[in-house]
């Protein structure tokens, strides 16, 4: 099935919500993996920056994942430990991030232990909107690139995305 990607759909979404949206990819009820979608064209005013994140554009990466839940609890946490990739496809030149902001984090004490037993068979579903911009740091011209999200042996999707500057012509 193929997803949607036109950048009017994208629009709506609101990066760092991990909720679904129209833009989520469907997956199979038996799936276990990443997937992604993003717009195919994603349009940026040169010079112009997000006064927060100092992005210089918005280029949203809806994504789902479905792992056994032992899997996910040897890890510190899906975005914490997925790698986001970008790799231009002129230069070859990738770009990595993991998929969270730099924020202070109290550890929990004393986390839940579960016995492996108690797990087996049982599966998360996760979602997750970025603003690929606000991690990759990606120069601010215009490339094509190939995204995906890995996590330990598991590999997203692939999709490309196309950074377009805005005609600034009246």
């Known amino acids: 099935m193929t997803e949607p990607r036109a950048v009017d759909l994208f629009a709506n979404v609101e990066p760092d919500n991990d909720n679904s949206n129209e833009c989520t990819p469907a997956i199979e009820n038996d799936f276990i993996g990443i997937r992604i979608n993003a717009p195919?064209?994603?349009?940026?005013?040169?010079?112009?920056r997000d006064r927060i994140t100092g992005a210089f554009g918005r280029a949203i990466l809806c994504g789902i994942y479905r792992f056994e839940s032992a899997f996910l609890l040897e890890t510190d946490g899906f975005k914490k430990t997925a790698t986001l990739v970008a790799v231009d496809t002129k230069t070859?030149?990738?770009?990595?991030a993991k998929m969270v902001h730099d924020h202070p984090e109290i550890p929990n004490p004393d986390p839940p232990q579960y016995p492996p037993e108690m797990l087996e068979g049982v599966y998360?579903?996760?979602?997750?909107?970025?603003?690929?911009?606000d991690?990759?740091?990606l120069p601010e011209q215009?490339?094509?690139?190939?995204?995906?999200?890995t996590l330990h042996r598991y590999k997203?999707?692939?999709?490309?995305?196309?950074?377009?500057?805005?005609?600034e012509r009246p």
Do not use: Q, W
């Open 92 to 96: 070859h030149r990738p770009y990595t």
């Open 156 to 167: 997203s999707n692939v999709v490309t995305v196309r950074l377009t500057p805005r005609d």
């Open 40 to 48: 195919e064209v994603i349009d940026y005013t040169p010079g112009e």
């Open 135 to 137: 991690f990759l740091g």
């Open 142 to 149: 215009p490339a094509t690139y190939e995204v995906f999200v």
């Open 124 to 133: 998360e579903t996760g979602y997750f909107n970025i603003n690929m911009l």
